[in-house]
């Protein structure tokens, strides 16, 4: 309301200067608009980057003696500062785009001013028309009395854009679709091979997998390598049905694991992974 009052305000005073201030603040807040997506990107990356942290401390702290006992001390400090200058590098690009998000509208203001002062200077100098000074006065202190409705409007957008990357993750948990169980098919493990066809899959912040496809026959060992964060750990859990898919089908046996109880799939298959520890 405070705004919409200001801007009549605007151009009733001058209607011709206003229109540019108003292509101005148009202009600011496109430019604001898109550094904010790039600002909620580095949003996401950071949350990620905290809970591996997170995560990757809770496992060590259990496998301490076991840490202890195969002298990977120096191992796990070297992963741990891997981790934490990753985040910190986040950080500083976080906080130098938010920095950026907030001197946006004061520099844009101030220069709106000096084409204020420009403006009225031109008149008087090229027509000889006298912009008269109350006028001229209480346009200005218009103009800076928008400054704290905008940076509350800022404000906001950060702090929605912040709350908007937890609700999508708690929104992703709850309309996952629930495990078939019971009455789904039983796949043959022992007898059927593992069969990938043109699987995707993805997070919010990266692509994991493009158009993979591989086959893994019956009765044999079968070795995946890859450095840390190749998606390993994310396969394994997508052949368990822990994950899904966004495109491809995986099968062991006839039935697709969508459509195979996922029960028996995780009765008949052991995972063994520092993410996954004994209980």
């Keep these: 309301i405070f705004l919409s009052v200001s801007f009549i305000l605007l151009f009733s005073l001058n209607t011709a200067m206003s229109s540019v201030v108003m292509a101005g603040f148009i202009l600011f807040f496109m430019c604001t608009f898109l550094l904010s997506l790039r600002l909620k990107s580095l949003t996401v990356k950071r949350r990620n980057i905290r809970s591996e942290i997170l995560s990757f401390v809770t496992v060590r702290l259990q496998a301490m003696i076991t840490i202890k006992s195969f002298n990977r001390e120096t191992v796990e400090e070297n992963k741990f500062e891997g ?18 998000i907030s001197a946006l509208f004061p520099l844009g203001l101030y220069l709106l001013l000096v084409y204020v002062m420009y403006h009225s200077i031109r008149l008087r100098g090229e027509y000889h028309t006298l912009f008269p000074t109350h006028v001229l006065i209480i346009y200005m202190i218009t103009l800076l009395n928008l400054l704290p409705a905008m940076r509350r409007l800022l404000a906001v957008n950060i702090v929605w854009q912040s709350g908007d990357v937890s609700l999508m993750k708690i929104l992703r948990i709850f309309n996952a679709p629930k495990e078939k169980r019971g009455s ?38 079968t070795t995946i390598n890859g450095g840390p964060g190749s998606g390993k750990t994310t396969l394994f859990r997508l052949l368990l049905g822990i994950y899904r898919p966004d495109a491809g089908t995986i099968s062991i ?26 209980i």
């Excluded at 934490?84 to 950026?100: I, N, T």
């Excluded at 995780?266 to 992974?273: A, D, G, K, M, Y």
């Design 184 to 221: 789904a098919a039983t796949p043959r493990l022992m007898q059927a091979g593992i069969i990938a066809e043109e699987i995707s899959f993805g997070f919010a912040n990266r692509t994991v997998f493009t158009s993979l496809s591989f086959q893994i026959r019956p009765n044999t060992i």
């Design 253 to 278: 046996g006839d039935p697709p694991i969508d459509n195979a109880d996922a029960y028996s799939i995780r009765r008949n298959v052991t995972l063994v992974s520092e993410e996954a520890p004994l």
């Design 83 to 100: 981790h934490s200058r990753k985040l910190f590098s986040l950080g500083v690009d976080y906080y130098r785009l938010q920095g950026l």
